[in-house]
């Protein structure tokens, strides 16, 4: 049976970085606040004329990853970006990364599904290479939540951030790979985060952030209890339809939401947080590109050895959510 092997991973944030005591002189907040409600310390933001937009990020990760698996984008047939934030309503930010890459030979495109975009991209990737109609398929999460963060929201604009990362997947015979992606969504939840149409008014000491004509909101604390519900139940199902059990897990990567729900999963899961990876402290949320970022830099940190079981698993708007099992390729 073929599945898809992760062959190289990259990814990468905008220099500008925003603390939590930046965001003491934009909204009523602290320090002590973010941190002990979410974990987070700071964040990145784009800047305008930076090239930072999110398709900007999206290729400077995929450089990292093709350098990684020692592949030219020419090889690519496939380019599928995860993402809220495309650059542009259309085009895709997948054909702008076609673009900037040179990868004539790719069909390129994105897929919507909040924080989940990239686990729904690997899932589109990987049936690809399983099914044989591709070899060599770039996955990206990429993001610029800062162009649609309602800066005067203090219980939204503290938890996001911008970023991307992406894998390179190919097709394996052996027993590594993605062993399976487990999806779910339920839009009856679909109001508890979703954009409006209204810019949001950027302040003074951000005026650097290009923003879109819409921003976010959210209704957090309903949204924490069904990320914990979901998040679990759809990774301890993925874990036993392989037969893989809590102990055997090298590393849980979960989405980067908030610690308190990362904490929270990963005690139903009964993982010690010593296996789960954490850079929310540093990034926040930044939605679909909390996973490769974590994976890549999990990944450049040596954690991972051929053979290891990696658990990814995903939740965001829609709602969206999701669990990866993977058999680390070396
Ligand atoms: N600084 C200080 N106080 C804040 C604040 C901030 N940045 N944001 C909210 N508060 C206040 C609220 O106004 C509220 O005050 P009140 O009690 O006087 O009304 C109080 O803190 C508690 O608010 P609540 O929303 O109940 O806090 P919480 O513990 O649920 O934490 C979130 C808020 C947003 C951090 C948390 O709900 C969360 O992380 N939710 C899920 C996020 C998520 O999963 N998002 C995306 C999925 S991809």
Redesign the pocket.
């Known amino acids: 049976m073929i599945k898809g092997r992760i062959a190289g991973t990259g990814s990468t944030t905008p220099k500008r970085i925003l603390t939590n005591k930046d965001l003491e002189n934009i909204?009523?907040?602290?320090d002590e606040?973010?941190t002990r409600?979410?974990g987070i310390k700071e964040r990145r933001i784009s800047s305008s004329g930076q090239d930072e937009n999110t398709s900007d990020l999206a290729t400077k990760a995929s450089l990292k990853a093709l350098e990684m698996a020692g592949i030219s984008p020419e090889d690519l047939d496939m380019i599928v970006v995860g993402t809220v934030t495309p650059d542009r309503q259309f085009p895709s930010a997948a054909c702008l990364v076609q673009k900037a890459l040179k990868a004539s030979k790719a069909v390129a495109f994105d897929v919507s599904a909040?924080?989940s975009g990239f686990l729904y991209a690997l899932f589109v990737a990987d049936n690809a290479i399983a099914t044989g109609n591709s070899r060599k398929a770039l996955v990206i999460g990429a993001e610029r939540l800062s162009s649609i963060t309602n800066w005067e929201d203090?219980?939204?604009c503290?938890?996001l951030g911008d970023g991307a990362g992406a894998v390179v997947l190919t097709p394996t015979t052996g027993p590594d790979g993605i062993l399976s992606t487990h999806l779910q969504s339920d839009g009856n939840f679909w109001n508890l985060?979703y954009s409006y149409d209204e810019a949001s008014k950027i302040p003074e000491i951000l005026d650097t952030i290009e923003g879109k004509p819409f921003s976010l909101r959210?209704e957090?604390?309903r949204?924490?209890k069904k990320?914990v519900v979901c998040l679990s139940n759809i990774a301890a199902a993925a874990l036993e339809h392989h037969g893989v059990s809590s102990t055997d897990i090298r590393l849980m990567i979960p989405?980067q939401?908030?610690i308190r729900?990362i904490k929270a999963v990963a005690k139903k899961l009964c993982i010690p947080m010593d296996k789960v990876y954490t850079n929310i402290q540093r990034y926040g949320?930044t939605?679909s590109a909390t996973i490769p970022i974590a994976l890549d830099e999990a990944n450049r940190e040596g954690l991972l050895r051929a053979g290891d079981y990696v658990l990814l698993v995903t939740?965001?708007?829609g709602l969206t959510w999701g669990a990866s099992v993977v058999n680390w390729s070396s």
Not at 27 to 30: A, E, G, H
Request: aromatic share 10%; with cysteine; hydrophobic share 45%.
């Open positions: 909204v009523d907040t602290s606040w973010i409600r979410t909040g924080c203090r219980s939204t503290v938890l985060l959210m957090g604390n949204l924490f990320a989405h939401a908030n729900i949320n939605s939740f965001g708007a």
